[in-house]
């Protein structure tokens, strides 16, 4: 435990010294918090349903920009092979960048709740379906760092694990468009793959198993690959 805590203090480390994460910070707060008072002024709805849609999308674009460097950074700079010579397995090393990554995304989901605060103060909002929502916004990123660490074990720089991951990412969110085209039994299948079709539930109040079930899916073989794939390098 003390070897896992050590590897996790490190990527913390490496993850908040460099100026990736301020700039991810920053934008993040700017474009949200823009939006909230935009949609705030026009609608006088006191919900944050456009804002978790807009955090939905913001998640696909600056994730891949958090999880590139994590293995494809340490590759070019020829750490990864004194990192796995180290007494840790590869499991360790992954959930320890796993962690720290994820920890980023928490923050930036601790820090838009000052939204829900500005809506408690000023108005009467429903609590449930900002609840539900911010609950499937942490899954949702808990899911996509998995799938870009993945991204980053495989790819050979850190441009072209961001650009992997970005793929996935959007192919992930419009893929329902293309089930619905297709026949049964396929348009199911194709649609339950869908980003997007199992984050709406959340956003809207209603809680299923079936929704929360389908991003600990991904990030549990999002964490299994990029541990298969670090095994074989």
């Not at 994460?21 to 002024?41: E, I, N, R």
């Not at 840790?88 to 960048?97: D, F, G, R, Y």
Request: proline share 3%.
């Amino acid at each position: 435990m003390k070897v896992f805590a050590a590897l996790v203090r490190k990527e913390e480390q490496a993850l908040f010294t460099s100026p990736i994460a301020y700039v991810v910070l920053t934008v993040f707060l700017l474009l949200m918090g823009y939006s909230f008072c935009l949609t705030l002024f026009m609608t006088h709805v006191s919900d944050l349903v456009h804002l978790f849609f807009q955090i939905f999308v913001m998640f696909l674009l600056t994730i891949p920009v958090i999880t590139m460097r994590l293995v494809a950074e340490e590759r070019n700079l020829r750490t990864l092979e004194t990192l796995l010579s180290a007494p840790v397995s590869e499991t360790q090393i992954v959930l320890a960048k796993y962690v720290a990554s994820l920890s980023l995304v928490v923050l930036m989901l601790v820090l838009s709740l000052s939204y829900a605060i500005v809506l408690a103060i000023f108005g009467e909002p429903d609590w449930g379906p900002i609840y539900s929502g911010y609950l499937g916004l942490l899954l949702l990123g808990a899911a996509l760092v998995a799938a870009g660490l993945t991204a980053s074990c495989i790819a050979r720089n850190q441009v072209v694990a961001a650009l992997l991951s970005l793929s996935i990412f959007l192919l992930l969110w419009i893929i329902d468009q293309f089930g619905y085209i297709l026949p049964d039994p396929f348009n199911a299948l194709v649609v339950n793959l869908s980003l997007s079709v199992h984050f709406k539930p959340f956003v809207t109040g209603s809680l299923y198993l079936s929704d929360a079930g389908y991003f600990i899916s991904i990030a549990l073989l999002g964490i299994f690959l990029s541990v298969w794939a670090l095994a074989r390098r």
